[in-house]
Each structure stands twice: as C-alpha cells, then as structure tokens.
C-alpha cells in the first residue's frame, strides 16, 4: 500500500519547525450566532416561499453539535469580520498591489522565520523552498518565490497541492532532494487560508476551517546544529481519487456556460460520513503497514502527529496504530483551538507537542484528505 522512500543517500533530519497563528479567532458561540442570524435572514426573505411549501426554511446550526461531531471549540482567521457579517459570510481581505507581498507570502515568512529561529538557520542556509498547500492565492508566479525573494533565499523553489496531505508530500520531496544530493536544505511551508474556500453559509461544514501557516526546515543530519532534530527513517504517501471532497473552482471557470463565482461547488465540499468511513481505514492501515515493513513496531510508537480534522477521526486512527486507547500525550489534538487547518495540522501538532520527547523516541507525522491522499512520515528523535 503506497510508495515508501527509505533512508538511502544522505540522512535527512527535521531541524526546526514553526507556526504562524492569524491574531483574531472566532469561537463556536460566536460562529453559530452568526450563521443563526443569517439563516433568519434568509427566511424572513423567503418568507412566502417557505409559508407556500416551495422552500425548505434554513436550521440554526448549534455549538453542541459542533463540540460533538468535531471537537472543534474555536478557529484562528484572517478576517473575523468578514466571515461573522450576516450579510457577507467569508472573509474581506484588503486587495494588495503587485507590489506588495501576498497575503500567503507575508504568513509564509512569519512561520519560516520561526522556523529557521528553531533550527540554528539562517536564510542563507536554504537552497530550496516548497510551499506546500491545499490552495494558491493565485495561478503564478508561484507563492514559494515570493517567499523566496522575500527572505532573500538562493536557489529555486514551487508550489504544490495535495489538500490537506500537502505538507507531508511536500517533507517526502523535500527529503528525496537532500538525500539524493539535490539540495542541502529545504523548508517546506504551509500557508492555509481556509476561510477563503469553506462556505459559511453551509450548516453541514461551516464550523470545520481554519487559518494558519506552518514551516518545517529539512537538511543533512551531519550538517544540522539545532537542540532539537527528528530524523525522518521514512516516508511513505498514497492517493485515491474521490469525489466526496471537492471543489470545483479553477480557471476554467469563466468558460462554463453556467458559471458564476458564487456556485455552491465553487467552494469546499464533503459527503463528511462517506469520507469519514473511507478514510479512517486507510489511513490506518497505511500507518500499520509503512511501519511494520519499516521494522517500526507500531504499537510502540512514543507519537502519533495527526491531521486535525476531527477528533473522533483522530481517536480511531489511534486506537487501531497502537491497539489501545492512546494518552492524550501520546497523540496530541490541536483541533479545538485551531478547527482543521488542512494541511499545517499535522505540523502544529508536531510542532508544539515533541519537546518533551527523548532522544531515540519515535513517532509518526501523518495527514490525509481529499484527493483522497495519505502522507506518512516515521521521525526519530536524534538530538
Ligand atoms: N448544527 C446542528 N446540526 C447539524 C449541523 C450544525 N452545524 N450540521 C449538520 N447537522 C445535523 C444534520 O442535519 C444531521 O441531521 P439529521 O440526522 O436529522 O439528518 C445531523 O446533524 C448529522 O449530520 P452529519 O451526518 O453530517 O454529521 P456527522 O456526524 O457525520 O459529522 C462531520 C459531520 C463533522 C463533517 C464529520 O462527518 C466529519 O468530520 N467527517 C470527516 C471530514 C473530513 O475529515 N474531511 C476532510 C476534509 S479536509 C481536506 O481534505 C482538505 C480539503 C481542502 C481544504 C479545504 C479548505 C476549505
């Protein structure tokens, strides 16, 4: 199951790691005010509609609901205002001039700057950099080259998407390119702006994303100075195609007869129980199997980082890996404070949960989402 890439070539370690949290968060109260009042909103417009049987009037949507189904408790944005407006409902980002950073760009060199702080690096260290992310601000130039020239970096560097699986993707290229001697040092960053492709008006999904970026620095373990650096034993990454999460828009968009920016299928959608059935045994089983033919016993693990999109999710996950139910330290959630970051979860989990951890520990970074797609990656704490 998958394609596993082994320690041959250079060693590869994680050297640093880092977090950039938007400054404002919306609590599950305040989300469910907001879409409560749109929802009457809606109703009292539709009134007739609704009275005459042609309409289905919109439910509240509730914060028990919300605490049960996801473990979500509160969301970090980049425009708070914009998304609790009734009357907007997603968020109102200024429009920036060329030049001028790009919004993804300026998360994207606060959490690199963290995490070249963590591993002793400067950006002269770096010779490569991959933004890795479930969606691009725009077609190009790529954002990893804003952030490049930004901060100054020699060397090249791309933007790639697999949803929420892209960071962990993004650390197997990253590792493949050290080991292989293309590069020396790498850090793979994550801007997510969730709140841009969640649709707020949605009572199914609209307590589910949130804001954030995350950067990890990959180099040559013989190289690396920092306190604190995993080895990455192995990585190993699936996908499968699926249509229960989707979105559907693209540049094609003006092309189509029908289309208009605000369709329904033009932001994030899910059949969440189909996803939720599908995905918890493959991710799964891809953790066991990379594992046990890694010589890794699973069930020995000291961490499991996972995707954060839902603590139930994340519960089974842990219980079938390490055959008992895991310590809350052993498999660290940040999805109450954070909501689903898509693929920066994982990586804030690592990120403010391994210190702790000795030397020789070991454990799993692993993110799964649409596509469907699965990223493993065995870390071993070597310093
Ligand atoms: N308030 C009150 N009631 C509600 C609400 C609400 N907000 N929403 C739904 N309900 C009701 C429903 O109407 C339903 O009522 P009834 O039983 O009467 O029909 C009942 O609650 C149960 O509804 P569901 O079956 O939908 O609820 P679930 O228990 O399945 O929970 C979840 C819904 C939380 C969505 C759950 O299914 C889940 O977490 N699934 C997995 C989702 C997942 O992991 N998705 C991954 C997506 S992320 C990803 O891959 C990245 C994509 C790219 C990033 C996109 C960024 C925007």
């Not at 289905?56 to 919300?66: G, K, L, Q, R, Y």
């Not at 289309?259 to 939720?276: A, E, H, K, L, S």
């Not at 804030?348 to 493993?376: K, T, W």
Request: hydrophobic content about 40%.
């Amino acid at each position: 199951m998958g394609t596993t890439m082994t320690t041959k070539g250079n060693r590869v370690v994680i050297s640093g790691s880092g977090v950039f949290t938007p400054e404002q968060s919306v609590s599950n109260a305040e989300l469910v005010a907001a879409f409560n009042a749109y929802a009457d909103k809606q109703n009292a417009l539709h009134a007739d509609d609704i009275a005459a049987g042609q309409r289905e009037p919109m439910a509240h949507s509730s914060e028990e609901f919300i605490f049960k189904a996801s473990g979500i408790e509160s969301r970090f944005v980049m425009d708070k205002e914009g998304v609790l407006n009734p009357d907007i409902m997603h968020p109102t980002l200024r429009q920036r001039d060329d030049e001028e950073p790009g919004i993804m760009a300026e998360m994207g060199v606060k959490a690199v700057t963290r995490a070249l702080e963590a591993a002793g690096r400067t950006a002269a260290d770096v010779d490569a950099i991959i933004c890795a992310a479930s969606n691009h601000e725009r077609a190009y130039p790529a954002i990893a080259i804003e952030i490049q020239d930004l901060l100054n970096i020699q060397g090249f560097g791309f933007d790639m998407n697999v949803a929420c699986s892209s960071a962990t993707f993004g650390i197997q290229a990253a590792a493949d390119m050290i080991r292989s001697g293309s590069a020396r040092c790498i850090v793979v960053v994550n801007p997510e702006i969730c709140s841009g492709h969640l649709e707020w008006r949605d009572r199914d999904c609209h307590f589910i994303f949130g804001d954030v970026c995350t950067a990890v620095v990959l180099e040559r373990a013989e190289e690396a100075v920092s306190d604190t650096q995993f080895e990455i034993h192995s990585t190993r990454c699936l996908t499968q195609f699926s249509n229960n999460i989707r979105n559907n828009n693209g540049f094609l968009r003006r092309s189509r007869p029908s289309g208009t920016v605000d369709r329904r299928d033009m932001q994030f959608m899910q059949n969440g129980r189909q996803v939720f059935k599908q995905v918890v045994p493959m991710v799964s089983e891809l953790i066991v199997e990379h594992c046990q033919d890694e010589g890794v016993d699973p069930e020995k693990l000291d961490r499991l980082w996972l995707h954060q999109a839902n603590k139930s999710m994340n519960d089974f996950i842990g219980r079938k890996v390490l055959g008992r139910v895991p310590e809350s330290e052993e498999q660290p959630n940040i999805l109450q404070d954070y909501a689903n970051t898509s693929s920066a979860g994982s990586i804030i989990a690592f990120s403010q949960n391994h210190e702790d951890l000795p030397v020789g520990a070991r454990g799993v970074i692993c993110s799964f989402g649409a596509g469907y797609s699965v990223g493993n990656v065995i870390v071993e704490r070597v310093a």
